[in-house]
């Protein structure tokens, strides 16, 4: 190839991994270019990003350039590996494993939680008695003062308390999401395995959009990260 014959036409280039495939070395996102050789025949890369930005150096073991037919085909092979059995029983047993540890921490917080409801209405009781032996039984000024005093007290307590309790639901609810079930992740790699041969570029453009976060290309291999499987999704 002539390098000085290198051209960029993003936004002319149509890409299935445009936005999804990224530099294992440097971590740049790689985009779609293209080169003509001497006798004009267009051959389509991907581009590491870091070869392009001059302000982000390159790493020393980058390799900025990977054919379409190459890394496409690399990609195919890793979806289509995703729903053997016994890749599916990994990523069971890594859900498994990430599940029990937030159901853990879960149980910590509901136990803490308890013990704060407890608290409250305990608060909210002694309180009440306060306010009743107000109503109930005559007081001197200073014995209605220092009552009031109690009263006071006890309503920042049960404010403070309530506070953190309204805390711990809310630690509660945000671990409860991050529990993963492996169901939408199994159900999207065997309807691809299952649709794959007669996809076109955009079915599977669309497929990956829906269920793709990264690709990261590293070493002559892919990695790929998927939506459903993140903490949170």
């Given at each position: 190839?002539?390098?000085?014959?290198?051209?960029?036409?993003?936004?002319?280039?149509?890409?299935?991994?445009?936005?999804?495939?990224?530099c294992g070395h440097?971590?740049?996102?790689?985009?779609?270019?293209?080169?003509?050789?001497?006798?004009?025949?267009?051959?389509?890369?991907?581009?590491?990003?870091?070869?392009?930005?001059?302000?982000?150096?390159?790493?020393?073991?980058?390799?900025?350039?990977?054919?379409?037919?190459?890394?496409?085909?690399?990609?195919?092979?890793?979806?289509?590996?995703?729903?053997?059995?016994?890749?599916?029983?990994?990523?069971?047993?890594?859900?498994?494993?990430?599940?029990?540890k937030v159901s853990?921490?879960?149980?910590?917080?509901?136990?803490?939680?308890?013990?704060?409801?407890?608290?409250?209405?305990?608060?909210?009781?002694?309180?009440?008695?306060?306010?009743?032996?107000?109503?109930?039984?005559?007081?001197?000024?200073?014995?209605?003062?220092?009552?009031?005093?109690?009263?006071?007290?006890?309503?920042?307590?049960?404010?403070?308390?309530?506070?953190?309790?309204?805390?711990?639901?809310?630690?509660?609810?945000?671990?409860?999401?991050?529990?993963?079930?492996?169901?939408?992740?199994?159900?999207?790699?065997?309807?691809?395995?299952?649709?794959?041969?007669?996809?076109?570029?955009?079915?599977?453009?669309?497929?990956?959009?829906?269920?793709?976060?990264?690709?990261v290309y590293k070493?002559?291999?892919?990695?790929?990260?998927?939506?459903?499987?993140?903490?949170?999704?």
């Open positions: 190839f002539n390098r000085k014959q290198f051209a960029s036409p993003r936004n002319k280039i149509g890409s299935l991994l445009k936005g999804l495939l990224v440097c971590g740049s996102y790689m985009s779609p270019n293209y080169a003509r050789n001497r006798h004009k025949k267009l051959y389509y890369y991907y581009r590491c990003l870091s070869v392009i930005n001059q302000n982000k150096p390159s790493s020393d073991a980058c390799r900025p350039y990977v054919a379409y037919p190459k890394i496409h085909a690399l990609v195919v092979a890793a979806l289509l590996e995703q729903s053997t059995e016994s890749n599916l029983a990994a990523t069971q047993a890594g859900l498994d494993q990430n599940n029990e853990k921490a879960i149980r910590l917080l509901e136990a803490q939680l308890q013990k704060l409801e407890s608290g409250l209405a305990v608060t909210k009781q002694k309180k009440e008695l306060y306010l009743n032996s107000l109503i109930a039984k005559d007081f001197t000024a200073k014995e209605r003062e220092r009552i009031n005093e109690k009263i006071d007290d006890f309503s920042l307590t049960e404010r403070q308390t309530q506070a953190e309790a309204y805390r711990q639901q809310f630690l509660i609810a945000e671990n409860r999401e991050q529990i993963i079930s492996i169901e939408p992740f199994k159900q999207a790699v065997i309807q691809f395995k299952i649709n794959q041969p007669s996809m076109n570029d955009k079915d599977l453009t669309e497929w990956l959009a829906a269920n793709v976060r990264k690709i070493n002559g291999d892919v990695s790929i990260e998927f939506k459903q499987l993140i903490k949170g999704s």
